[in-house]
């Protein structure tokens, strides 16, 4: 079989795909940090502790791991076939007017989200893995501390806030653009499909983007 | 009307354009784009200068050889419309128009505003066609297809191949012209026994031919002129994922 762009965007979809059911995982997870300070740590790192020793969720992480690397390299891919196909440049361009600017942008607003995703890696995944934590009373590691701690920073508040900001604009074309590549062209579920992915990206990106905000304004110790 | 043009001009396919600017007084609001452009050609010819050369043909809308960039925007300012039914209405006196030719690796530029469009009939080629044993035209209603059918069908094959949709994607993407030839043969009963070869060649074809892929931005449904909507594109999609799945 020839490999198409077409293929290239379909490892794309399904990918995208895993990553935005990943993304409600992982926001439900994180919901527990919004509740009251000492059943939060207590829960917060009971759970963190379940996800690390599981199998399902080791195969699941590696999946996991597989779809971000996949998604940025094919994204990369056909970018560059893009940039091979356009002849040259427009000197007046007003193209912009007949479409949304985050449907042209995903590949600057997914570049956004890998530095993010590289710096949430190093300074939770890598640290809860590798780096010497505190235990809790029960002993878990202690990654609640760490967590709240590192939302004491304003400039890391903020930082974590734009890159939601960046995820959602992701989320808002790319819930859809993947319906589209799977195949869907029925006009009632196409609709269908634009309006929950309008509810899945505004859940997802302003559930995330509460919890930095709460920690910073109300856990302040 | 009195207006500046700044057209682009090319001498032929390896040389290097530029645009050059016009001034072009008396001109009717009534005048078709293209009339513009011939009342501003005579003057060159009364000059002894090279006429600026275009693509056209039917001047009615309907042959799509007359794809041009007008301000920025395939067809120029108004959705859904060719450069031969855009009228000088759309524009204001005085004002300066930057007209373009449709631009894309697979679309090289021949002079001027003339454009190769040859990759598209590569495209249709490569498997935009019913293969039958041609003899006696068939019984027309030996075949009964439902009225809403051969309308959603017609839809697609409203295609005219214009570009418009290449010129206005930022990946110069065929995805729109590929998905209405594949949508308009994929609904009909004659057509859906090759669909899935038909399907696989023709995305091929569209790749080798340099075409960028879809992002989906829809911009194309905006700027064709016969409004061919995107969702033949999930269509195209759909016949795809199924015949790497299902063809044997
Ligand atoms: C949580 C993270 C992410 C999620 C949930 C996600 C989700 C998606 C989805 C669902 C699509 C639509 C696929 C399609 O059009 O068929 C998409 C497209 C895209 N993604 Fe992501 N993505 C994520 C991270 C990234 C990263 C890290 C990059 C780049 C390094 C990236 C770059 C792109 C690009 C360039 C496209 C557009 C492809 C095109 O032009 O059609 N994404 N994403
Ligand atoms: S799909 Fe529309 S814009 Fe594209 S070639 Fe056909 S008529 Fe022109
Ligand atoms: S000249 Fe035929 S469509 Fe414009």
Same mark, same amino acid.
């Given at each position: 079989?020839?490999?198409?762009?077409?293929?290239?965007?379909?490892?794309?979809?399904?990918?995208?795909?895993?990553?935005?059911?990943?993304?409600?995982? !992982?926001? #439900?997870?994180?919901?527990?940090?919004?509740?009251?300070?000492?059943?939060?740590?207590?829960?917060?790192?009971?759970?963190?502790?379940?996800?690390?020793?599981?199998?399902?969720?080791?195969?699941?992480?590696?999946?996991?791991?597989?779809?971000?690397?996949? !998604?940025?390299?094919?994204?990369?891919?056909?970018?560059?076939?893009?940039?091979?196909?356009?002849?040259?440049?427009?000197?007046?361009?007003?193209?912009?007017?007949?479409?949304?600017?985050?449907?042209?942008?995903?590949?600057?607003?997914?570049?956004?989200?890998?530095?993010?995703?590289?710096?949430?890696?190093?300074?939770?995944?890598?640290?809860?893995?590798?780096?010497?934590?505190?235990?809790?009373?029960?002993?878990?590691?202690?990654?609640?501390?760490?967590?709240?701690?590192?939302?004491?920073?304003?400039?890391?508040?903020?930082?974590?806030? #734009?890159?939601?900001?960046?995820?959602?604009?992701?989320?808002?074309?790319?819930?859809?653009?993947?319906?589209?590549? #799977? @195949?869907?062209?029925?006009?009632?579920?196409?609709?269908?499909?634009?309006?929950?992915?309008?509810?899945?990206?505004?859940?997802?990106?302003? @559930?995330?983007?509460?919890?930095?905000?709460?920690?910073?304004?109300? #856990?302040?110790? | 009307?009195?207006?500046?043009?700044?057209?682009?001009?090319?001498?032929?396919?390896?040389?290097?354009?530029?645009?050059?600017?016009?001034?072009?007084? %008396?001109?009717?609001?009534?005048?078709?784009?293209?009339?513009?452009?011939?009342?501003?050609?005579?003057?060159?010819?009364?000059? %002894?200068?090279?006429?600026?050369?275009?693509?056209?043909?039917?001047?009615?809308?309907?042959?799509?050889?007359?794809?041009?960039?007008?301000?920025?925007?395939?067809?120029? +300012?108004?959705?859904?419309?060719?450069?031969?039914? &855009?009228?000088?209405?759309?524009?204001?006196?005085?004002?300066?128009?930057?007209?373009?030719?449709?631009?894309?690796?697979?679309?090289?530029?021949?002079?001027?505003?003339?454009?190769?469009?040859?990759?598209?009939?590569?495209?249709?080629?490569?498997?935009?066609?019913?293969?039958?044993?041609? %003899?006696?035209? +068939?019984?027309?209603?030996?075949?009964?297809?439902?009225?809403?059918?051969?309308?959603?069908?017609?839809?697609?094959?409203?295609?005219?191949?214009?570009?418009?949709?290449?010129?206005?994607?930022?990946?110069?993407?065929?995805?729109?012209?590929?998905?209405?030839?594949?949508?308009? &043969?994929?609904?009909? +009963?004659?057509?859906?026994?090759?669909?899935?070869?038909?399907?696989?060649?023709?995305?091929?074809?569209?790749?080798?031919?340099?075409?960028?892929?879809?992002?989906?931005?829809?911009?194309?449904?905006?700027?064709?002129?016969?409004?061919?909507?995107?969702?033949?594109?999930?269509?195209?999609?759909?016949?795809?994922?199924?015949? &790497?799945?299902?063809?044997?």
């Amino acid at each position: 079989m020839k490999q198409t762009t077409l293929i290239y965007k379909l490892i794309m979809a399904l990918t995208g795909l895993f990553l935005c059911f990943f993304l409600i995982i !992982h926001l #439900l997870g994180n919901l527990q940090l919004l509740s009251p300070p000492e059943l939060a740590r207590e829960q917060f790192n009971w759970y963190s502790h379940l996800l690390s020793g599981n199998i399902v969720i080791k195969i699941i992480s590696y999946v996991l791991y597989l779809s971000i690397i996949a !998604h940025a390299v094919y994204a990369l891919i056909i970018t560059r076939v893009n940039a091979k196909a356009q002849g040259s440049k427009y000197i007046y361009d007003k193209r912009s007017e007949v479409s949304s600017w985050n449907s042209r942008n995903m590949g600057i607003l997914g570049t956004i989200i890998l530095i993010f995703l590289i710096i949430h890696f190093k300074d939770y995944w890598y640290i809860y893995k590798f780096g010497n934590l505190p235990l809790d009373a029960d002993g878990n590691k202690d990654l609640y501390t760490i967590v709240i701690t590192s939302f004491q920073q304003a400039w890391y508040v903020i930082l974590y806030e #734009l890159s939601f900001i960046a995820l959602g604009f992701h989320l808002l074309h790319g819930f859809f653009s993947a319906a589209r590549t #799977l @195949g869907l062209y029925h006009l009632r579920y196409a609709q269908a499909i634009r309006i929950v992915g309008w509810i899945y990206s505004l859940a997802i990106t302003l @559930g995330f983007m509460l919890i930095p905000i709460y920690i910073y304004f109300n #856990l302040n110790s | 009307m009195k207006l500046k043009l700044k057209i682009w001009r090319q001498e032929n396919r390896e040389a290097k354009g530029n645009m050059i600017s016009y001034d072009v007084e %008396g001109i009717s609001e009534h005048m078709s784009f293209l009339e513009m452009l011939d009342l501003l050609n005579e003057r060159l010819i009364t000059k %002894g200068e090279r006429v600026i050369e275009f693509d056209h043909d039917c001047r009615e809308g309907i042959c799509g050889a007359c794809g041009m960039m007008i301000n920025g925007r395939a067809h120029g +300012p108004l959705s859904g419309t060719t450069t031969c039914q &855009l009228h000088m209405r759309s524009f204001k006196d005085g004002e300066t128009l930057y007209i373009e030719p449709f631009r894309a690796a697979a679309f090289p530029v021949l002079r001027d505003l003339k454009i190769d469009r040859t990759a598209f009939d590569h495209v249709i080629q490569s498997g935009g066609y019913v293969s039958a044993s041609t %003899g006696q035209a +068939p019984e027309s209603n030996s075949i009964l297809i439902p009225h809403d059918i051969t309308e959603a069908a017609f839809d697609a094959a409203a295609c005219i191949g214009c570009g418009a949709c290449v010129a206005t994607c930022k990946n110069s993407s065929a995805a729109l012209f590929t998905s209405a030839k594949i949508s308009h &043969l994929v609904l009909l +009963p004659q057509g859906k026994t090759e669909s899935a070869d038909r399907v696989i060649q023709m995305v091929n074809q569209m790749d080798e031919e340099g075409f960028g892929h879809c992002s989906n931005t829809d911009a194309c449904e905006v700027e064709c002129p016969q409004e061919i909507s995107t969702l033949h594109i999930g269509r195209m999609n759909y016949e795809y994922n199924k015949a &790497l799945l299902l063809r044997k």
